[in-house]
């Protein structure tokens, strides 16, 4: 066990946590706090600030030890992930976003809603909350592998630590806190995978050199060395990654939460010069690192998932090895606080409402840190039972696509509520029977991505229904004419 | 490190390039600049 790593990492976080949220509780005593700070931090975020939160938001198990995880199998290529992610975050600040805020609404929830009427917006509250608590496990099992690798204990020991930290880490202060303590984060993290990627220059047996002539040796792993070398990679995952994660996010609450706290459209327009680089050229480190793991024989043997924090363990120096872990917790303990945070405030401000529409704003935020515990303890429970990281994630994914493809409909075309629910629900049967219930594998086309499959069927379906069923004008259409 | 050098750089330049051409599309979605919450006629 790295005793002293460990102590190191839980010291930082703790002091970090404790240190922001003291910060903004004495802040928010001198200046008085506002309605609804929890959730959405007053709605006074610069761009800077937003920028970095939607970035580490979305920035969490996929692109660290996920990516290192998919570098095993597609080496450099695993980086598109990061650069779909970008695409993603044009989406979200520059389009979606800004329509969002414009309609007034808290939630995507609240938004769906005032497109489609309360039935499909109950439908995607639903859809999201499930999705993003199955996130939540993600996330969960990326700081049981780190926690894991600090320590050297159980994996079910280290996810129950880290559950108990990633709770308390949400609960605390809420979205405002998260936000500054996601900037410290981001430093950290950024700084140690920089440290590492110079460490392993000198602690790699013969360099980085070694790690391409090794590569390039075999036909079978020279491909994996060039971010263009194998375009079936780019069909079947650099491109349906940027499809379905800017669909899926682009109205989603995950990708909303962060753009509702902006002071307002103009600093979330700026926020893409922040977000759009810091998620987007984060991948390509961990799939270095990623790739260098792979190229060592003997870390093979560990499994894909496990031969990188193997190497790391061996190879880099202990300070390096617990900056680099400390900023990894960080990410994913961000991304596990504001993901458990999404649901939560779905729930609360979404269907709480429903039964006691009257309820103070002290109560939904009561409901929304009992809900967050709630999701701590499911994620402790079966993060051990997940699947690949991203290939989980691309698939949660295809089923925001037909939301966003009505969404776009119900804004600038036509609002059908029955048109939409008809659309969702044929979209959804479709990704189940094409990838969870295996009709991909049973037709040997592996790089016909799911997403593919939804956009497909979104766009159809979506169009047939919506032109055929009866429905009021999209909600932006009249005052256009 | 060849690998290494390259990969960054490509990834680097991809990427802005994507936030730059993002940016220019958000200029051009004069809807989304302003804040005043939309009013849906009846």
């Known amino acids: 066990m790295h005793l002293g790593i460990l102590i190191g990492i839980v010291l930082y976080e703790i002091i970090s946590i404790a240190l922001v949220s003291w910060l903004i509780t004495r802040k928010q005593k001198h200046a008085g706090k506002e309605a609804g700070s929890f959730a959405f931090a007053g709605g006074g975020l610069p761009a800077s600030l937003v920028g970095i939160t939607l970035a580490l938001t979305l920035l969490g198990s996929a692109h660290n030890w996920g990516t290192c995880q998919n570098a095993a199998s597609m080496g450099?290529?695993?980086?598109?992930?990061?650069?779909a992610c970008a695409v993603m975050m044009v989406v979200i600040t520059q389009i979606t976003g800004p329509w969002m805020r414009r309609t007034g609404a808290k939630t995507s929830g609240e938004f769906l809603g005032k497109i489609f009427g309360p039935t499909s917006g109950r439908l995607i509250s639903a859809m999201n909350a499930a999705l993003i608590i199955g996130m939540c496990c993600l996330e969960m099992e990326a700081i049981a592998v780190t926690i894991n690798l600090m320590t050297g204990w159980s994996y079910t020991v280290s996810a129950i630590l880290g559950g108990i930290v990633a709770v308390l880490y949400v609960?605390?202060?809420?979205?405002?806190?998260?936000?500054?303590?996601?900037?410290?984060?981001?430093?950290?993290?950024?700084?140690?995978?920089i440290l590492v990627f110079i460490s392993l220059i000198f602690k790699l047996p013969g360099g980085w050199d070694a790690v391409e002539t090794t590569m390039l040796s075999s036909p079978d792993t020279a491909w994996m060395t060039n971010l263009f070398g194998n375009p079936a990679l780019i069909v079947g995952f650099a491109i349906p990654s940027a499809l379905g994660a800017s669909l899926f996010h682009g109205m989603a609450q995950t990708g909303y939460q962060p753009i509702a706290t902006a002071k307002n459209n103009k600093e979330v327009?700026?926020?893409?010069?922040?977000?759009?680089?810091?998620?987007?050229?984060?991948?390509i480190l961990p799939a270095l690192i990623g790739v260098a793991a792979f190229s060592i024989i003997a870390y093979r043997s560990a499994g894909d998932m496990m031969m990188t924090p193997a190497m790391m363990a061996d190879l880099l120096p202990k300070p390096v090895l617990g900056l680099l872990l400390a900023g990894f917790l960080g990410v994913d303990l961000s991304s596990f606080a504001v993901m458990s945070l999404a649901p939560?405030?779905?729930?609360?401000?979404?269907?709480?409402?429903?039964?006691?529409?009257?309820?103070?704003?002290?109560?939904?935020?009561?409901?929304?840190?009992?809900?967050?515990?709630?999701?701590?303890?499911?994620?402790?429970?079966?993060?051990?039972?997940q699947p690949i990281v991203v290939n989980m994630v691309n698939w949660s994914f295809a089923f925001g696509v037909p939301v966003f493809v009505m969404g776009v409909f119900g804004l600038w075309w036509k609002r059908s509520a029955k048109a939409s629910v008809i659309t969702f629900i044929i979209t959804w049967i479709a990704v189940c029977i094409w990838s969870t219930f295996g009709l991909q594998d049973?037709?040997?086309?592996?790089?016909?991505h799911v997403t593919y499959i939804a956009t497909i069927f979104s766009v159809v379906i979506g169009v047939i229904t919506t032109a055929v069923c009866e429905g009021k004008p999209g909600l932006f259409v009249k005052k256009r004419k | 490190m060849h690998m290494c050098i390259v990969s960054i750089i490509q990834v680097v330049v991809i990427v802005f390039a994507i936030t730059g051409i993002g940016f220019a599309i958000g200029k051009a979605n004069k809807f989304g600049e302003?804040?005043?919450i939309w009013k849906e006629d009846k």
């Open chain 1, 76 to 83: 450099v290529i695993a980086a598109w992930f990061g650069i």
């Open chain 1, 171 to 193: 609960l605390l202060a809420g979205m405002k806190e998260i936000a500054w303590l996601n900037l410290i984060n981001a430093i950290v993290m950024y700084l140690g995978l």
């Open chain 1, 269 to 283: 327009k700026k926020s893409i010069w922040f977000a759009g680089p810091i998620n987007g050229c984060f991948c």
């Open chain 1, 344 to 385: 939560a405030t779905i729930i609360s401000h979404d269907m709480y409402t429903l039964k006691n529409p009257k309820a103070t704003e002290e109560q939904k935020t009561r409901l929304t840190r009992i809900i967050i515990v709630i999701i701590g303890i499911v994620s402790i429970l079966i993060c051990n039972l």
């Open chain 1, 442 to 448: 049973y037709l040997q086309m592996a790089n016909f």
């Open chain 2, 34 to 36: 302003t804040d005043d």
